[in-house]
């Protein structure tokens, strides 16, 4: 045989086409297969290593946390050792004992200040959110502005109870006001009686004169007694002096109980008392009693006791323990002393007393009242320091 050195390709060549033949009966697709198996295999053999290499440092991680927590723990445990023997040292030391003492109560000192500051804050606030508004119109309320009071019968039609609006319109527009006013009142929810709009036409013939024309078949010309309260009620709040009549455009209206009457006039002076209406649970407003009274102490006197009074929607607008001393008369001011034993509150049951006496005041003629030996400052918007001049209409509404 010859070295490898002398070998040259054509003796290379001749050896190749002595060798036999070689035959592979494997399809190629069998083959192929076959070494894709084989690659795989190696793959998977390369991942075994690593795959256990990750899992090693995995349990080390854990070991070495479980380790650090417990190290951890153990310092926690000594600190709280140590500092459970300095708190033992400190607590037998006077000095310590008092300065702890003192720092503390600075503390909770500075807290209770700053708590009671922010508690009379909210005092404050609470004491001006229910601060009371006045349940009549008052001449402060009139800037610009003019006031429409509607005299409204009640559920039994035995009294006429007023009811006031502040609007912009006034004067010579009264009657226009009056009108859209009437056409827009809910008796309803205040307990009274559906007796609005008028079946009437009424008009302004002066600022001091209005005219209500009505149809020929009117109920109001029946129903007569009640229909003069309410004019009388609705116009003696505001500048009218008179009220005429007319039937069908033509002068005069004839009445069943009052005859024939071509005009009214207004009184604003009848002497009367002031009691609180209420049916079922609606708003209390003060209604004028149906009797005159002699002299103002004795309306007084019935508006605490209302002995003369069986309707149970009518309520006395002067509490029992509200003892008025002495009452005085000087020119148009009424002077109301309370007893020293009085102890009147800011609340609404003396809004509506103190509002009752300033009406009944204003029925008998006073311009003002004055209260004295009162155990308090104010009610509501009024200052009983001062004299009270009486308001403009009874029960505002919104």
């Known amino acids: 045989m010859r070295r490898g050195s002398q070998w040259n390709d054509k003796d290379i060549e001749e050896l190749l086409q002595k060798l036999p033949d ?11 297969q076959n070494i894709e198996l084989r690659i795989n295999k190696k793959r998977r053999s ?3 290593p690593l795959f256990a290499t990750v899992a090693a440092l995995f349990v080390l991680t854990v070991l070495a946390s479980s380790f650090m927590l417990n190290s951890e723990n153990s310092t926690s445990e000594m600190s709280l050792d140590k500092n459970a023997t300095e708190s033992d040292k400190a607590k037998s030391s006077p000095d310590n004992d008092n300065s702890s003492t003192q720092d503390h109560g600075i503390a909770v000192s500075e807290n209770a200040n700053e708590k009671q500051a922010e508690g009379e804050g909210n005092s404050t606030e609470k004491t001006e959110a229910v601060t009371l508004s006045a349940g009549a119109v008052l001449a402060s309320d009139l800037q610009n502005q003019s006031v429409i009071t509607i005299g409204v019968p009640d559920t039994q039609v035995n009294y006429v109870i007023p009811v006031s609006y502040v609007t912009e319109g006034g004067g010579n527009e009264t009657a226009v ?4 006013t009437m056409s827009l009142l809910e008796e309803d929810s205040l307990g009274l009686a559906d007796y609005f709009p008028l079946d009437a036409n009424i008009t302004a013939e002066n600022q001091q004169t209005i005219n209500v024309d009505l149809p020929e078949n009117s109920s109001f010309l029946l129903e007569d007694e009640i229909f003069f309260k309410v004019i009388q009620e609705t116009f003696k709040y ?3 002096d008179r009220v005429t009549f007319s039937t069908n455009g033509e002068k005069g209206a004839e009445f069943s109980n009052m005859g024939f009457h071509e005009e009214v006039k207004i009184n604003r002076e009848n002497n009367r008392a002031y009691f609180i209406y209420q049916l079922n649970g609606s708003r209390e407003m003060l209604v004028p ?3 005159e009274f002699t002299t103002i102490k004795e309306a007084l006197a019935e508006m605490k006791n209302i002995s003369g009074e069986k309707d149970s929607s009518i309520l006395p607008s002067i509490p029992q323990d509200l003892e008025l001393k002495s009452i005085e008369e000087q020119a148009k001011k009424l002077i109301v002393k309370l007893s020293g034993d009085t102890k009147i ?4 049951a003396y809004l509506n007393a103190l509002e009752a006496i300033l009406f009944t005041a204003k029925d008998f003629g006073f ?3 004055k209260f004295e030996n009162a155990t308090i400052d104010a009610i509501g918007p009024y200052n009983l320091q001062n004299d009270l001049a009486v308001p403009i209409a009874p029960n505002r509404m919104n």
């Open 22 to 32: 070689v035959k592979d009966k494997r399809s190629s697709q069998e083959i192929y």
């Open 46 to 48: 390369n991942w075994v």
């Open 345 to 348: 509150e800011d609340n609404e």
């Open 289 to 291: 009693s149906n009797t």
């Open 367 to 369: 311009d003002s009242v």
């Open 238 to 240: 505001q500048e009218v």
């Open 177 to 180: 006001e009056l009108t859209k």
